[in-house]
């Protein structure tokens, strides 16, 4: 993805896993044969593969750079974590670093990290290994998080489960950050432009996980949408009520995607997903009787 820009603000993708594989049902238990070979039709490889029931999706972050500050959406998975449950995440060592550095952004440089949600692909450099110790990797930046979301997975935490909370990660990813004092509970319609005085919000997306939230960016007239993950795949497009393996509440995930889409399409909005692989950066068209993505020419 080209860094997009919106005026002075700047928007570029920091990619952790480019490609990865996954068996079609893995990902989205409803998906058919007979709706594989459509999306095929429309779909370049880097989406499905050409002769297999297999999807791809990538992991990455976005930098968001405004006049005043430097702001990290998401974190993908981390270096270093321990995540038995899922192969492709276990025990990374990636150059996610290296390529913030290609940016021009050190960790220090980093003034946000705003998390969409709390899963283990999407907080996982909120920390880093130091010493035998798992510790915030962005040592001057408030790490803001859905307060609904936060209050959910601490309270399965606290409950001490024999299985890890969100593979490990609330553990490993999360609670290090709230124990630095660097977390920042927000609500779900957290307007964070009203503190940082910049064009960037977020608002409620719920079903993939209890408090999910997208976060909007605008500038020089320009309006981007990064959903998060209330959007995994473009199948998703066409056929909104695909659902994914690890929705929290399957319907109201359905209901937030047709939202989101019925509201954005054929608009000049930008749409980012968390799991799109390159080109990434899109725009909603209505097809028929739901929708379909155009990538942007930008």
């Known amino acids: 993805m080209k860094t997009q820009k919106l005026g002075a603000i700047e928007i570029s993708k920091i990619v952790e896993l480019p490609g990865l594989a996954m068996p079609a049902t893995s990902l989205m238990p409803n998906v058919t044969p007979e709706l594989l070979a459509e999306g095929r039709s429309w779909l370049g490889p880097q989406f499905i593969d050409r002769d297999a029931e297999v999807v791809f999706l990538s992991f990455h972050s976005y930098l968001v750079k405004t006049p005043r500050h430097n702001i990290l959406v998401d974190t993908c998975c981390g270096n270093h974590k321990s995540r038995e449950s899922m192969p492709a995440w276990h025990m990374l060592n990636t150059p996610f670093l290296g390529d913030l550095a290609a940016l021009s952004m050190r960790p220090e440089d980093i003034d946000v990290v705003l998390c969409t949600h709390l ?6 450099w909120n920390t880093k290994l130091l010493d035998g110790r798992w510790v915030p990797t962005f040592p001057n930046a408030r790490y803001i998080m859905g307060q609904h979301e936060y209050d959910h997975w601490h309270r399965l935490h606290a409950a001490n489960p024999p299985v890890p909370i969100t593979r490990g990660s609330f553990a490993d990813s999360v609670l290090p950050v709230v124990e630095s004092g660097q977390a920042v509970m927000v609500p779900s319609d957290f307007r964070i432009e009203a503190e940082l005085g910049e064009g960037v919000w977020l608002e409620s997306s719920p079903g993939h996980s209890p408090g999910h939230v997208s976060v909007h960016v605008m500038g020089g007239g320009h309006h981007c949408l990064l959903t998060g993950d209330a959007i ?8 909104p009520d695909l659902s994914i393996a690890a929705d929290f509440d399957r319907a109201q995930a359905v209901d937030t995607r047709r939202d989101i889409l019925r509201r954005y399409a054929e608009t000049p909005t930008l749409v980012l997903t968390a799991h799109f692989p390159d080109p990434t950066a899109c725009h909603i068209v209505k097809h028929r009787d739901a929708f379909r993505m155009e990538f942007a020419n930008l």
């Open 119 to 124: 899963h283990a692909d999407h907080v996982g």
């Open 232 to 239: 995994h795949h473009p199948l998703q497009m066409t056929h």
